[in-house]
């Protein structure tokens, strides 16, 4: 079963699942930080009463100041509108720094949550996934919902109370101007719900792009060696400027959207303009309204259309971050598979049985009955053709995957009984690409076993022959490696994941055959390092070149998912079978994808 994210939910009502993504959003990341936005809504109150005030306040200054010439309200009116808007400054200031910590609080914790989760899923997981579409979702949805604290929060509170004091002034000067200014509210509401849909779909197919987008930098970061040597620069900039293109085709549909609402906002003021210019002018040369309170109304009409225009906004800012939070739970919403046992069994020392195992990816088989015992402190070594399913084998003997059927057992106990911490703890990978990240040498030995002491990894370090290279570099051990070691050469990099290996002091060594892409002198200080690593431990060798496991314990022959022979190098030699087919062809040079 597939567990590709899909940003599609047939048959959900996108209302209902909107209110459930935003109750969700609430309750587990805003609702703690309740106080300080009541804290934000009343700053938010003073500062949206303020505009309120600043209009009432033009009445007086033409009524008594301008038109009669009085001047003792010019003082009084002008230290009086100042005084406003300093508290409108001061207000303003106070709860936007209140929203934006708490939207920044938020997008932290959410990424953090993300990346945790993440690491709780499965192998499958990131195998249906590509790493750019989940980054873009960590980073890019995650970003996208701040606009949700840091506009529409601040816009939803503080223009909602810019609007409600304005209208109270435009109502206190004039009713029927005021009903005059709003008679084209009603013409926007259904091009405003309709836009609302739109919004979302488009802005939802614009984060899709975004995240193949993302998937595609990352293919080529990773790929820029293969891109070289292959002359490949051109068309992977022709393939990039493609997927940019239907990114920038789908933003620019969502934004064309966004644009519609604040379009029909000026639409709207132009025709309530014109209407209150007709209506007032005449009814002040009529002599039936004062210079005064046409002017306090204009005011409040010119100062409510920039809270209407941000609050008709407000809908295509809530659905951009709707469609990101979608896109975030889609991934919280993911659940792992590979679950420990309810009541875990201690694990013991023992052989490695295989048993009947079964394994499909999706429909195609890839185990099918494999059996085999790797006996205990002995080495077990596994071959065949590409496709043979050796690789399988290690993921399930970790957990990162589990057997349709049949049973995996170390000792007595079956892996899928035994804490997956614990049976982890059991087991060193060291395979043909090593994970090192950009840290110090010694830092990325010290991933073995986190509680390591200096002279612990010191001491794996020489017993791996990284100190060889190590000490002659100007930081010793202390030396960054660069972006996935890239500072180091391919059988520099391969001694130190064995020393990381040898740190952990695991009983059970799995070995995806780290040596088959080095040159002849790196392997020969690998090998001499794997032999050192391998002693008194049960190991089990994924061999790609037959002539590193002659002195395996045991080699287990593998095709279509099934052991064809098994035995020791000098039997399965005398058998003539397909092992030693494979041996004949690899000693004459022929070469052979196992």
Same mark, same amino acid.
């Given at each position: 079963? +597939?567990?590709?994210?899909?940003?599609?939910?047939?048959?959900?009502?996108?209302?209902?699942?909107?209110?459930?993504?935003?109750?969700?959003?609430?309750? $587990?990341?805003?609702?703690?930080?309740?106080?300080?936005?009541?804290?934000?809504?009343?700053?938010?109150?003073? $500062?949206?009463?303020?505009?309120?005030?600043?209009?009432? %306040?033009?009445?007086?200054?033409?009524?008594?100041?301008?038109?009669?010439?009085?001047?003792?309200?010019?003082? @009084?009116?002008?230290?009086?509108? *100042?005084?406003? %808007?300093?508290?409108?400054?001061?207000?303003?200031?106070?709860?936007?720094?209140?929203? #934006?910590?708490?939207?920044?609080? #938020?997008?932290?914790?959410?990424?953090?949550?993300?990346?945790?989760?993440?690491?709780?899923?499965?192998?499958?997981?990131?195998?249906?996934?590509?790493?750019?579409?989940?980054?873009?979702?960590?980073?890019?949805?995650?970003?996208?919902?701040?606009?949700?604290?840091?506009?529409?929060?601040?816009?939803?509170?503080?223009?909602?109370?810019?609007?409600?004091?304005?209208?109270?002034?435009?109502?206190?000067?004039?009713?029927? @101007?005021?009903?005059?200014?709003?008679?084209? &509210?009603?013409?926007?509401?259904?091009?405003?719900?309709?836009?609302?849909? %739109?919004?979302?779909?488009?802005?939802?197919?614009?984060?899709?792009?975004?995240?193949?987008?993302?998937?595609?930098?990352?293919?080529?970061?990773?790929?820029?060696?293969?891109?070289?040597?292959?002359? !490949?620069?051109?068309h992977q900039s022709r393939e990039f400027r493609s997927e940019v293109g239907r990114f920038l085709g789908q933003q620019?549909?969502?934004?064309?959207?966004?644009?519609?609402?604040?379009?029909?906002?000026?639409?709207?003021?132009?025709?309530?303009?014109?209407?209150?210019?007709?209506?007032?002018?005449?009814?002040?040369?009529?002599?039936?309204?004062?210079?005064?309170?046409?002017? +306090?109304?204009?005011?409040?009409?010119?100062?409510?259309?920039?809270?209407?225009?941000? %609050?008709? +906004?407000?809908?295509?800012?809530?659905?951009?971050?709707? *469609?990101?939070?979608?896109?975030?739970?889609?991934? !919280?919403?993911?659940?792992?598979?590979?679950?420990?046992?309810?009541?875990?069994?201690?694990?013991?020392?023992?052989?490695?049985?295989f048993d009947d195992v079964h394994f499909a990816y999706g429909d195609a088989p890839v185990l099918n009955g494999l059996s085999f015992r790797a006996a205990e402190g002995r080495t077990t070594a596994l071959v065949g053709p590409s496709g043979?399913?050796?690789?399988?084998?290690?993921?399930?003997?970790?957990?990162?995957?589990?057997?349709?059927?049949?049973?995996?057992?170390?000792?007595?106990?079956?892996?899928?009984?035994?804490?997956?911490?614990?049976?982890?703890?059991?087991?060193?990978?060291?395979?043909?690409?090593?994970?090192?990240?950009?840290?110090?040498?010694?830092?990325?030995?010290?991933?073995?076993?986190?509680?390591?002491?200096?002279?612990?990894?010191?001491?794996?370090?020489?017993?791996?022959?990284?100190?060889?290279?190590? =000490?002659?570099?100007?930081?010793?051990?202390?030396?960054?490696?660069?972006? /996935?070691?890239?500072?180091?050469?391919?059988?520099? /990099?391969?001694? &130190?994941?064995?020393?990381?290996?040898?740190?952990?002091?695991?009983?059970?060594?799995? !070995? =995806?055959?780290?040596? +088959?892409?080095?040159?002849?002198?790196?392997?020969?200080?690998?090998?001499?390092?794997?032999?050192?690593?391998?002693?008194?431990?049960?190991?089990?060798?994924?061999?790609? /070149?037959?002539?590193?496991?002659?002195?395996?314990?045991?080699?287990? &022959?593998?095709?279509?998912?099934? #052991?064809?022979?098994?035995?020791?190098?000098?039997?399965?030699?005398? *058998?003539?079978?397909?092992? *030693?087919? !494979?041996?004949?062809?690899?000693?004459?040079?022929?070469?052979?994808?196992?």
């Open positions: 079963m +597939s567990s590709a994210l899909t940003s599609s939910q047939p048959g959900a009502d996108p209302e209902m699942r909107a209110k459930r993504l935003l109750g969700r959003l609430w309750r $587990e990341h805003v609702s703690d930080y309740w106080k300080r936005m009541l804290l934000a809504l009343g700053l938010m109150t003073i $500062e949206g009463a303020t505009l309120g005030a600043a209009a009432y %306040l033009i009445q007086p200054l033409f009524d008594e100041v301008l038109v009669t010439g009085d001047g003792t309200m010019i003082t @009084w009116a002008a230290f009086a509108i *100042a005084g406003i %808007l300093l508290l409108k400054a001061i207000a303003g200031f106070g709860q936007r720094l209140i929203i #934006v910590s708490i939207g920044l609080k #938020v997008v932290i914790a959410l990424q953090s949550r993300l990346l945790n989760h993440l690491l709780s899923l499965d192998g499958r997981f990131f195998q249906d996934n590509a790493p750019g579409a989940l980054i873009e979702r960590v980073r890019g949805d995650t970003s996208a919902l701040q606009s949700l604290a840091s506009t529409a929060l601040m816009s939803a509170g503080r223009d909602t109370i810019s609007l409600i004091s304005l209208l109270t002034v435009m109502f206190l000067n004039d009713w029927t @101007w005021t009903l005059l200014a709003l008679v084209g &509210v009603p013409l926007m509401f259904f091009p405003v719900v309709l836009l609302q849909r %739109l919004i979302r779909g488009f802005t939802m197919s614009a984060r899709e792009a975004a995240s193949r987008l993302s998937t595609q930098m990352d293919e080529i970061f990773h790929g820029m060696q293969s891109i070289k040597v292959n002359r !490949l620069e051109a620019m549909r969502a934004e064309r959207s966004k644009a519609g609402t604040p379009a029909m906002v000026d639409v709207m003021a132009a025709l309530a303009c014109m209407l209150v210019l007709l209506v007032g002018g005449a009814e002040i040369v009529a002599g039936e309204k004062t210079v005064g309170q046409f002017m +306090s109304f204009f005011t409040a009409l010119a100062l409510v259309m920039d809270p209407v225009r941000r %609050l008709s +906004s407000l809908s295509a800012s809530i659905q951009a971050a709707l *469609a990101s939070l979608q896109r975030i739970y889609e991934v !919280l919403n993911a659940r792992p598979t590979i679950l420990n046992p309810a009541t875990p069994k201690p694990l013991s020392p023992g052989d490695i049985v043979a399913g050796k690789s399988t084998v290690f993921g399930l003997m970790t957990r990162l995957i589990d057997p349709v059927s049949g049973r995996i057992t170390i000792g007595d106990t079956a892996t899928t009984e035994a804490e997956l911490d614990r049976l982890r703890d059991s087991i060193a990978v060291v395979g043909q690409e090593t994970a090192l990240f950009d840290q110090s040498i010694a830092q990325n030995i010290r991933l073995g076993r986190l509680d390591a002491s200096e002279a612990e990894i010191r001491a794996a370090a020489e017993a791996a022959s990284v100190t060889d290279f190590a =000490d002659a570099l100007p930081g010793g051990l202390e030396t960054t490696v660069g972006p /996935r070691g890239s500072t180091l050469s391919g059988g520099q /990099r391969q001694r &130190v994941a064995i020393a990381r290996a040898m740190l952990r002091d695991a009983p059970i060594l799995l !070995l =995806d055959e780290p040596t +088959s892409a080095l040159d002849a002198k790196s392997e020969q200080l690998v090998q001499e390092a794997l032999t050192r690593l391998s002693h008194g431990r049960t190991t089990l060798v994924i061999a790609h /070149r037959l002539s590193t496991i002659r002195d395996a314990d045991l080699i287990v &022959v593998m095709d279509k998912g099934r #052991v064809v022979e098994e035995g020791t190098h000098a039997s399965l030699m005398a *058998a003539e079978g397909a092992y *030693a087919r !494979l041996h004949a062809l690899q000693s004459a040079g022929v070469t052979t994808a196992l």
